[in-house]
């Protein structure tokens, strides 16, 4: 009995100072404390410890990560990297709205950078480029359509054929 308080002590110790040096999720936090080896019984005994005093809290989170990322990032992708960390969809969905609603993010002049940072306006590109450069920007999380029509409003010229086959 001695020993099972002993590693609850520890284990909780050791989700203090892993949030001292960062927030994390609670998939997050559970994860490195399965990695230091402690039993599923002891991380739950850390678990419940710091969620009692708010310690830990995957809302907050994702709207931490969402407020310093919304100008860089597109949404999907910022969704995308909130449920690779164990957020849940609605928790990250709601927090998106929450902060775009205090900050609302421009997604076309972000998506327009990206593009500049990658390709100069006016350009040619040849089919290999095109393909890149949308790949990339998929990736990112941006539509299709929007891609398009910056391309265009960028005067970033490309093969028609190519775009018919992407739709």
Known sequence: M???????????????????????????LRDR???????????EAAMEYVKSYGYINDERYARTYIAYRMDSKSRQKILQELIGKGVDRDIA?????????????DEH????????????????????????????LIRRGFQGSDISHVLEELGIKFSRNFLKNLT
Request: no cysteine.
């Open 2 to 28: 001695e020993l099972l308080e002993e590693e609850h002590k520890k284990a909780t110790r050791k989700a203090m100072q892993l949030l001292e040096h960062m927030d994390r999720t609670e998939k997050g």
């Open 33 to 43: 404390l399965g990695q230091n080896g402690f039993s599923q019984m002891a991380i």
């Open 93 to 105: 969905v709601a927090a998106w709205e929450a902060e775009a609603a205090l900050n609302t993010p």
């Open 109 to 136: 002049m972000l998506l327009i950078k990206t593009v500049e940072k990658k390709i100069a306006p006016g350009s040619e590109l040849n089919e290999r480029e095109m393909r890149r450069l949308y790949g990339y």
